[in-house]
């Protein structure tokens, strides 16, 4: 699929995709800025942007957060180091956003192990 093709579904089917492909290919793309993670507001919840493909990622970060970078993490990684951090900072998830969209859409920690358990993940 095209990038262009991915950033035209819409949000729930792309956030479904990001998901399928994040499992399928075990890494994904996070955006770090300096040292840290880049964290986001959305609806007055802290957030963290999760995609699964790096030109997604660059894509958004042109038009919302130029100075960050994409960095690619393990789905192993990010589930035995980085989520359970998260979940106790009620982090949400925001799963591939597209550049026309200052949001995408959110999950929590529990609602996407919950979502990689269903799909046979499991740390």
């Keep these: 699929m095209t990038l262009e093709d991915f950033q035209q579904l819409a949000p729930e089917e792309r956030a479904e995709q990001t998901l399928l492909a994040i499992i399928e290919q075990g890494e994904l793309y996070h955006l770090q800025h300096g040292p840290r993670w880049a964290m986001l507001s959305a609806e007055g919840d802290a957030c963290t942007p999760l995609f699964c493909r790096k030109d997604a990622a660059l894509q958004w970060l042109g038009a919302h957060y130029p100075e960050a970078k994409p960095k690619s993490l393990s789905l192993k990684k990010l ?20 550049p026309r969209e200052a949001e995408g859409i959110l999950i929590t920690i529990d609602e996407f192990l919950q979502a990689l358990s269903e799909e046979g993940v499991t740390l």
């Design 79 to 98: 589930m035995k180091e980085w989520l359970p951090l998260y979940a106790e900072d009620d982090v949400y998830l925001m799963l591939s956003p597209a």
